[in-house]
């Protein structure tokens, strides 16, 4: 299980990452909303520890930026901001939870272990993007309702543009995931090119943007 720290105090970021880290959680700490969007952009977190006080903006304001762009990854705020007022603003704008600072380490675990059951319990089985629709379940995949044949990698890397559409992937993200051990390489715009193929039956309406030398999104 993957956790996004985002907390710029110094001692209290390396406390919850030491411990996270010592509870078998990958963490990943950093302390600004530019660090937080781009460790966002890079992967997916099951769980994002957010404290509202950043030194280049309000947590809250990042908070439904990434709401709107229809991330959905769970977000446990912790702050010093304990009115309740703050909380009910908190939840509204889509954060799953609310932990007022200070708190007992035990305490902020048993939220993220709940927070990690809650996600499990409503693990999607379908996914539908504009007019593509995947059931992880069956296996397969409809365009406007008609069935589409694709090969398991083909499947599989569809997938990773599905549960992270809008979302800008890495050349290095997505190798790593469909080749693992292999360095990046031309399998990539291969596969690419066959999903461009199969998925966007109007040239004027492309599912997928290619950003050069980064990597591709799902539009």
Request: net charge neutral; hydrophobic share 40%; glycine share 6%.
């Amino acid at each position: 299980m993957k956790i996004l720290i985002v907390e710029d105090q110094q001692r209290l970021g390396q406390f919850l990452k030491q411990g996270l880290s010592e509870c078998a959680y990958t963490v990943c700490w950093v302390g600004t909303c530019r660090e937080a969007r781009d460790a966002l952009a890079e992967t997916n977190y099951d769980v994002i520890i957010l404290d509202l006080s950043l030194p280049d903006g309000d947590g809250l304001h990042l908070l439904s930026e990434w709401r709107r762009s229809g991330f959905n990854e769970s977000v446990l705020i912790l702050s010093a901001r304990d009115a309740v007022e703050d909380r009910i603003k908190g939840l509204d704008l889509g954060a799953d939870d609310y932990l007022p600072k200070p708190f007992s380490f035990d305490e902020l675990l048993a939220h993220v272990r709940s927070l990690l059951r809650r996600q499990s319990a409503v693990k999607q089985t379908v996914i539908t993007h504009r007019c593509v629709r995947m059931d992880l379940l069956s296996h397969t995949v409809k365009l406007r309702d008609q069935n589409v044949d694709l090969t398991s990698r083909e499947f599989a890397l569809l997938e990773i543009f599905m549960q992270n559409a809008g979302r800008t992937l890495t050349r290095s993200y997505i190798s790593e995931r469909i080749w693992p051990g292999l360095a990046d390489n031309n399998l990539l715009d291969v596969y690419m090119s066959r999903l461009r193929t199969k998925l966007e039956s109007n040239p004027t309406e492309p599912l997928f943007k290619t950003l050069r030398g980064i990597g591709y999104q799902l539009v």
